[in-house]
């Protein structure tokens, strides 16, 4: 079977049996605890939890996962992966053990028909019931059920969340020759894990404690590359079609053959590898970064880049591999092949941008390690590792990795201390941004309490009750005056930052109590934490308040959300359907819009964006939401949002035909409430990032009266009126520059009827002709003229020339032709005497000028010039 043949098959059994086939989810989960997706089950932590979607209760997916924690490895091994897919079947409170295991038995024995005597399985030491189902019902001998500890039959997605014991079915692929008859306990290489069947009933407290679930579930999860191998029949993944087409084509592009060098298949391998989480991360949403998310696929690429190099490629070409991704990948996986120019584009910027800085880098990083070794250490510093991240873009984990091939360490302790001070550097420039992380603590605290009710898409005052109250992570009872607190309600209508919208600000009250929002965020299983500064009188859990949203504020951010919209559109109709969202901030001032795109956008394009933006809002169309399912949405043609994670039922916001996007925010009822767009600035954030800020309403109108204000006063000096100012400052330029060359031919004229006092002031030195004099008002310019005059009367000589003016001190000198074979070199000669002056110059054999910082020290210069030269002929 084809991997793809496995994956339809797998999805098709078990559609058979009831389960709703889901999509993958995104790699970026849309959970603040979780960097990436893991496994099958983290788009199901709700449902595991008894809090989610309740529609189905069974389900299939083939989940697209990254993990990142073996990634050195990656590339030396048959079956490491920092990308991988997951099939996996779930059940939420409905069917458990004795189902979960007789389907895996059947469709590995019937559908995939792998021989039921290469199969063992292993169970958790305590767990008789998942025993007796594999020794009963399935039938399978005693000696090939093992029992093994909580190390590995024990899941848990983290430090806390839905877990449970496990039982994993293993394929024999038979002993290495000349290594002893072992156990599945004893020999993991010889004993493959394929599947991973795991009785999710617990949820593990931050206390470590383990709590039952309200449910039993099933999570079950099983490696597509490991299969298509043992399938197909090769002993690395790596041999199998789902990354062989891959291989070949990297084969070619660096006419290596696969299969010959061992060194080199390891470097095809990391390339084959990294290439695909390079482009599923950045099809998600994710570009490459120095934080988070971010810095993870920086550090997959570059290691990518790095072995190119070491296959010895000189230019980028990764990014040449993407099509040959979205040939093996797009029938499951349709977004690689919908945003692959988006793809594209960031992995051949980021290569380009590594390629710049990869040689200097890897030159340093040579000779430190042949230092290091020459000095019997073994450890590079961590300041030399600092350098190498900061100034030439080397990820830790790529400096330790080179460093491993040579037997050396490095220090981490002192490189995170270097990592910390520059980012507390970074952090006091942006001091006052006030971003909120929900801690895991948080989130736990939370999980057990109902889902806030989000009333404020068409109420700013609401009544709602307490239900929870929290302090320093804690729970409490009751809070009083001058008291922080965050504050849960079953009711709210304030909005929670979310989808680039910053929270709305406001008051809780009752007769009792005031208490100031100054910031809403909401947990992934939609509590609404209000963060409330308590300004007067008390509050106690189950207490009712009324909550108040200011609604200047709300509308300032309405307006901006809406314009959101239409700027994204406008911006695809202009610049191109490569433009993605790729970051944006609306508050109540003014609206932040990123997007993918490779050039600045210019003067004319900007003009033509706001123009039908605001033409949209002077139709004063009007904003329709409406609540869909997601498949009727995309049909619709709404736009989805990289790295945003949408449930079953969206809410699609649409301006008539022109824009449809798929969006959680408050908007305006009709555009014409936006009043007037105008853009404020158009700039760069990262490679193919651009930026624009944006104003909308009131903050229009206030930009638009600050530039009139700024061509008032020049009117008001120049006293014209608006319309001519152009004319009258390209008269003035006009007239500037007439007056300079003015000037300048009267200095002329000056050096003209000087020139012969200079001439007789000229010395000899070894024969030569020499004349240094200090010209007082001269330019450049009027400069060159007199060395020239000079040039022409004396015939054959040296001419040093200087002046002194502002602070600074410039020097010429000219060589007459006749002198040039004579060892005289105007350049190397004025950059001796630029050092008097404190300064430096050089220029051709024949002219050379130079600028100093001291013009004190010019008469000092001119002086020193004889002696310069006379060292210059002689020497
Ligand atoms: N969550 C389990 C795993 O990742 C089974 O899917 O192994």
Same mark, same amino acid.
């Given at each position: ?654 301006? /008539? @035909? ?6 959680? =925010?408050?908007? &305006?009822?009709? $555009?014409? %409430?936006? #009043? ?111 060395? /020239? @005059? ?6 054959? =000589?040296?001419? &040093?020339?200087? $002046?002194? %003016?502002? #602070? ?68």
């Amino acid at each position: 079977m084809t991997s793809s043949e496995i994956r339809n098959q797998f999805i098709e059994f078990f559609k058979k049996q009831n389960h709703a086939h889901r999509p993958s989810a995104s790699l970026v989960p849309d959970d603040p605890t979780v960097l990436f997706t893991v496994a099958g089950m983290v788009q199901f932590k709700a449902q595991f939890l008894g809090i989610g979607n309740k529609s189905f209760t069974r389900a299939v997916t083939a989940q697209k996962c990254v993990r990142t924690n073996d990634i050195e490895n990656v590339g030396f091994t048959p079956r490491h992966h920092t990308f991988f897919e997951m099939l996996g079947n779930f059940s939420f409170g409905d069917y458990f053990k004795q189902e979960a295991i007789t389907w895996a038995w059947e469709f590995l024995t019937t559908v995939c028909k792998l021989d039921k005597e290469k199969l063992w399985v292993t169970i958790y030491k305590d767990d008789s019931e998942a025993y007796e189902i594999w020794k009963n019902d399935v039938g399978l001998a005693e000696k090939r059920i093992v029992r093994m500890g909580e190390e590995t039959n024990f899941w848990t997605m983290g430090a806390t969340g839905p877990c449970g014991p496990c039982s994993e079915i293993l394929y024999d692929i038979g002993p290495k020759p000349g290594k002893p008859e072992a156990g599945p306990d004893e020999d993991e290489d010889r004993y493959l894990e394929i599947w991973n069947l795991v009785f999710t009933q617990f949820d593990r407290q931050a206390d470590g404690s383990l709590a039952p679930l309200p449910q039993k579930n099933i999570d079950t999860g099983m490696g597509l590359e490991r299969l298509a191998a043992v399938m197909q029949g090769v002993s690395s993944n790596f041999d199998t079609d789902l990354f062989q087409p891959l291989i070949q084509a990297i084969a070619k592009e660096t006419m290596k053959r696969y299969g010959k060098d061992e060194k080199n298949d390891s470097s095809m391998k990391v390339i084959a590898d990294h290439i695909r989480s390079s482009v599923f991360l950045i099809a998600d949403g994710v570009l490459p970064g120095n934080e988070g998310r971010g810095y993870v696929l920086r550090r997959i690429l570059r290691r990518a880049v790095r072995h190119s190099k070491l296959l010895g490629l000189n230019d980028v070409f990764l990014y040449r591999l993407v099509p040959v991704i979205v040939g093996l990948m797009a029938a499951h996986y349709p977004e690689v092949k919908e945003r692959r120019e988006h793809v594209v584009s960031v992995v051949k910027s980021e290569e380009e941008r590594f390629q710049h800085t990869l040689d200097s880098g890897l030159a340093i990083l040579n000779d430190t390690i042949a230092e290091v070794k020459k000095t019997g250490k073994t450890i590079i510093s961590g300041k030399q590792c600092f350098q190498l991240y900061d100034t030439y873009g080397f990820p830790l984990d790529l400096t330790r990795e080179i460093a491993q091939e040579h037997k050396l360490g490095i220090d981490e302790n002192s490189f995170n201390r270097e990592m910390t001070a520059q980012r507390d550097r970074a952090r006091s420039a942006w001091a006052g941004s006030g971003d909120r992380v929900i801690s895991p603590a948080m989130s736990i605290l939370t999980s057990k309490i109902v889902p806030t009710h989000f009333a404020g898409y068409t109420n700013l005052i609401v009544k709602g009750k307490v239900l929870a109250l929290l302090q320093k992570e804690q729970a409490v009872k009751n809070v009083k005056a001058g008291d922080e607190v965050v504050v849960i309600l079953d009711t709210t209508a304030f909005y929670a930052e979310s989808g680039g919208q910053l929270a709305d600000k406001g008051e809780l009250s009752n007769h009792e109590m005031l208490a100031e929002i100054s910031d809403v965020q909401k947990t992934p299983e939609g509590h609404f934490l209000h963060f409330a500064m308590m300004k007067r009188g008390s509050l106690a859990i189950n207490e009712s308040v009324q909550v108040a949203v200011k609604s200047g504020e709300r509308t300032a951010i309405a307006r901006n959300h809406t314009v959101t919209h239409l700027l994204h559109a406008a911006l695809r109709q202009v610049l191109g359907k490569h433009i993605e969202q790729a970051g944006s901030e609306v508050r109540s001032q003014d609206l932040r819009f990123d997007f993918s795109h490779f050039q600045a956008v210019t003067v004319t394009e900007l003009d033509r964006i706001e123009d039908i933006v605001n033409t949209k809002i002077l139709e004063n169309v009007q904003v329709d939401t409406q609540e869909l399912s997601i498949e009727e949405a995309k049909s619709k043609g709404a736009m989805a949002l990289f790295g945003e994670k949408y449930g079953d039922r969206v809410r699609m916001v649409q301006v /008539d @035909a022109y824009s449809k996007e798929l969006c959680g =925010g408050t908007h &305006v009822r009709d $555009t014409g %409430e936006i #009043g007037l767009m105008k853009i404020v600035t158009e700039s760069s954030v990262a490679a193919g990032v651009r930026r624009i800020v944006a104003v909308t309403g009131e903050n229009a109108l206030r930009e638009i009266k600050r530039q009139q204000n700024v061509v008032r006063d020049v009117c008001q000096t120049l006293h014209t009126s608006e319309e001519e100012v152009p004319a009258r400052v390209e008269k003035l330029m006009v007239r500037v520059k007439e007056l300079e060359k003015e000037k300048e031919k009267n200095m002329i004229k000056h050096a003209s009827t000087s020139v012969d006092d200079l001439i007789h002031q000229a010395t000899k030195i070894k024969g030569i002709a020499c004349i240094t004099a200090e010209l007082p008002g001269f330019n450049m310019n009027a400069m060159r003229a007199a060395a /020239d @005059a000079l040039k022409q009367k004396i015939g054959s =000589g040296v001419i &040093v020339l200087g $002046t002194a %003016e502002d #602070g600074k001190a410039t020097l010429i000198a000219a060589v007459t032709k006749d002198l040039l074979d004579k060892k005289v070199h105007a350049g190397n000669l004025i950059r001796e005497i630029a050092k008097v002056i404190e300064g430096s110059g050089g220029g051709r054999p024949d002219f050379a000028q130079a600028g100093g910082k001291n013009p004190e020290k010019l008469k000092a210069a001119l002086a020193a010039t004889p002696a310069v030269l006379e060292k210059m002929v002689t020497g």
